[in-house]
């Protein structure tokens, strides 16, 4: 199993950040990376949870409890895997001067970007192939930028996913109490 995991992260990776590397890519995966950062993704939820409907500010508190969850089970796998990013291993890597003190497995980025995408596709539906696409851009942006392999991509993915169908399909008590809690109706 191993070999087979090494295997598709040598080749996506390779395809990724090599093969596909162009000017114009590099722009565009350096910017896109951080619509899937800490800031970005807080702002924007927190700004649901103020600025929004009532709701709107559900949404935004069922987002902040499904980022909550997956980042402390993201930083936690981090921690236990204590996997180096692959730009500390792999020569010839296209890094972009990127230098992160963290490790690599899983990306926390990617739990990030479809944590937020997965609560806004199951609330907001219409907007469920724009959100998602925001996200595989995202996703692949840490690949293409070398600093995740893409089987860091892919147990982001799953933990992005799987936080938010847990708090919007099991959790909608405690997300409703949180609300009484702040004043919404």
Do not use: C
Not at 82 to 107: A, C, M, Q, V
Not at 132 to 139: G, K, M, N
């Amino acid at each position: 199993m191993k070999k087979h995991l090494k295997t598709f992260d040598d080749y996506f990776i390779n395809l990724i950040n090599s093969r596909i590397k162009n000017k114009y890519l590099d722009v565009f995966m350096y910017r896109v990376t951080d619509l899937g950062g800490a800031i970005f993704i807080t702002m924007f939820t927190l700004s649901l949870v103020i600025f929004g409907s009532d709701e709107n500010k559900l949404i935004g508190i069922e987002a902040l409890l499904s980022l909550t969850l997956s980042q402390i089970i993201v930083h936690s796998l981090k921690k236990i895997m204590s996997r180096e990013r692959p730009y500390k291993i792999i020569e010839h890597l296209n890094t972009f001067g990127i230098d992160l003190s963290d490790y690599s497995f899983p990306s926390g980025h990617t739990a990030a970007s479809f944590s937020l995408a997965t609560t806004l596709a199951l609330n907001l539906p219409r907007f469920t192939l724009i959100v998602y696409i925001l996200a595989l851009l995202i996703a692949i942006s840490r690949i293409y930028l070398g600093v995740h392999y893409p089987t860091d991509v892919a147990a982001g993915l799953i933990l992005g996913i799987g936080f938010p169908i847990v708090v919007h399909f099991w959790l909608t008590n405690l997300v409703e109490k949180i609300g009484v809690f702040i004043g919404i109706n």
